[in-house]
């Protein structure tokens, strides 16, 4: 019994917790009366149920340097940085000195301490580098250079080209390094596609796409994997008590970026802080 409450948050184990809730309620109805340590059981059962795991937000597309300190200060967890040369926000290989995502490493920091306006130390979200169908070795050569944590894989990727990658970079590369697949959703048959990267992606992103002026995202309920996901799309502002009323049982959390800019790579820093707020709650 204590074990299933501790892992009620899952969904199946906690449709069982609320069946039996449900259950408990039923028959002190009918008694009049409490039942000792299954009432307290009962109780801290619907406490667990009603609490959220912290929503993953992720903010991807990110580039200019002031922006990506300002975005840094937000509760966010993940900050997307585009390495596809034919992407508006692809981000080139170039000198840290010149103001890019390495200034505002912990060491940078030390060593250019005179540079900084503050005592107080900088947040450091998670980096994400994201990819399309991009040769390996250039793949590993960014996670090296900007220290990724995340590698975002958007093309044609195979589960066999993963499974290389992820043993080129572990652990002498970059231990702790994950995989998030991107997948393209249109119809709920699309979902299947995440069988192919079951056990290697450590990670999904359903990027949901529709015809609707806004894309249905009940259809990732055909999802019955193992595997969390992110929910991705064309996601802005409007869209914040959506996410938060959004329930999939491996749902981590959200990644937004064109719905949040004013211009390509640069983000709104006030609609990202009420995006957080909301999230938060």
């Known amino acids: 019994m204590f074990s299933l409450i501790k892992s009620c948050k899952n969904s199946k184990n906690s449709t069982k917790i609320r069946h039996f809730i449900a259950f408990f309620n039923l028959f002190r109805a009918k008694n009049g009366q409490t039942v000792g340590c299954f009432g307290i059981i009962a109780y801290f059962c619907e406490e667990i149920c009603n609490q959220r795991e912290k929503m993953i937000i992720k903010v991807c597309g990110m580039r200019d340097a002031e922006n990506i300190r300002a975005v840094s200060e937000l509760d966010i967890d993940l900050l997307g940085f585009d390495f596809r040369p034919d992407s508006p926000r692809f981000i080139r290989m170039v000198s840290s000195l010149a103001g890019t995502i390495p200034d505002y490493s912990e060491e940078q920091v030390k060593r250019n301490i005179g540079r900084s306006h503050s005592s107080q130390p900088l947040r450091q979200p998670s980096r994400v580098g994201v990819f399309a169908d991009d040769m390996p070795q250039s793949i590993v050569t960014r996670v090296y250079n900007y220290q990724l944590d995340f590698v975002q894989l958007n093309g044609n990727e195979s589960r066999v080209m993963i499974e290389n990658l992820k043993r080129t970079l572990e652990p002498d590369i970059r231990a702790g390094v994950r995989v998030i697949k991107t997948l393209t959703v249109i119809t709920p048959d699309d979902i299947e596609q995440y069988k192919d990267f079951e056990g290697v992606a450590d990670m ?29 799309g064309s996601i802005g502002p409007d869209d914040a008590e959506r996410v938060l009323a959004f329930r999939h049982p491996q749902f981590a959390g959200v990644s937004v970026s064109s719905g949040f800019e004013t211009e390509s790579g640069e983000k709104d820093v006030e609609k990202l802080r009420r995006l957080v707020q909301i999230l938060r709650r």
Not at 207 to 232: C, H, I, N
């Open 204 to 232: 999904f992103l359903f990027v949901v796409k529709s015809l609707e002026e806004r894309p249905d995202w009940q259809m990732l309920d055909a999802y019955d994997g193992r595997t969390p996901f992110l929910l991705g």
